[in-house]
């Protein structure tokens, strides 16, 4: 019998080929995270392991995938029987402030804006700061705090709508308009200031915001002009910072 994680899990599996995912965020996260050549890295929020998989296959050392739903991690898991890759796979909460070893890389790609409060988003910090060697990198996804998109139909032509007011703390649900695609997440919208306040109370340093990018088969696929509206304004955002 199929339960709710199966389906989400199945949907987020989905979603990873999807042109958007594929031509700006693999492709601006990559850029960011640069070579991994026999490091080894926590993907923390891994979800069914898109990253961690694609992590590993880029020639990290080892690999582990944690993420708080027991759905995700058995979907996880399955991939990893089905086609091993060597990835290992935890279930833990990122907000707990508990380091999950000691890696010298750390990725989290859209974990930070799931906090629901100020408190939320700093154990999820500690937690990844505790998680890398001194010197490590973070390489992370969230919600791109400087745009403050308030038409949902904005992002339409990129397959959703984004539901938010764009304020300090606000619910901002993402909803699929894909036929083939249904599902709805509801996150929260944080501040620049707040991201930042909360890494670097976690001893964070050098954060750098990168510059969205769209890989060149996207731009050869869609054109320059198709991707214009959304690089005024990506939902999501790339950043790094050190430990
Ligand atoms: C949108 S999915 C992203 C999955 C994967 N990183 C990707 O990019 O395909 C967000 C994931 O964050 C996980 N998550 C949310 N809050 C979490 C927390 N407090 N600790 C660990 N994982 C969390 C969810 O269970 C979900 O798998």
Not at 43 to 52: I, M
Not at 135 to 156: F, H, K
Not at 174 to 187: I, K, W
Not at 200 to 227: N, T
Request: charged share 20%; aromatic share 10%; net charge negative.
């Amino acid at each position: 019998m199929i339960n709710q994680y199966d389906v989400l899990a199945k949907i987020t599996e989905a979603t990873a080929e999807a042109p958007l995912r594929k031509h700006f965020e693999e492709f601006t996260f990559f850029q960011a995270l640069g070579d991994i050549t026999g490091r080894s890295v926590l993907d923390v929020a891994c979800g069914t392991g898109v990253y961690s998989r694609r992590i590993k296959q880029r020639g990290a050392g080892r690999v582990v995938g944690v993420d708080s739903s027991e759905g995700m991690i058995a979907y996880a898991r399955h991939l990893e029987h089905q086609a091993p890759l060597g990835i290992e796979y935890v279930v833990q909460d990122a907000a707990s402030g508990r380091a999950l070893g000691v890696f010298d890389v750390v990725t989290a790609t859209y974990l930070l804006h799931y906090a629901s409060s100020i408190q939320q988003m700093q154990g999820m910090c500690a937690t990844l700061r505790r998680s890398l060697a001194p010197g490590g990198r973070l390489v992370s996804i969230c919600l791109n705090p400087d745009a403050r998109v308030t038409e949902p139909a904005y992002y339409r032509p990129y397959g959703f709508e984004l539901r938010s007011r764009g304020q300090e703390g606000d619910e901002a649900k993402l909803v699929s308009v894909l036929p083939e695609m249904p599902f709805s997440v509801t996150a929260w919208y944080w501040s620049r200031r707040t991201y930042e306040a909360a890494l670097q109370s976690a001893g964070f340093r050098d954060i750098v915001w990168c510059a969205p990018e769209i890989a060149p088969e996207g731009l050869a696929a869609f054109g320059a002009e198709h991707w214009q509206d959304y690089l005024r304004a990506p939902h999501a955002a790339v950043f790094t910072c050190t430990a």
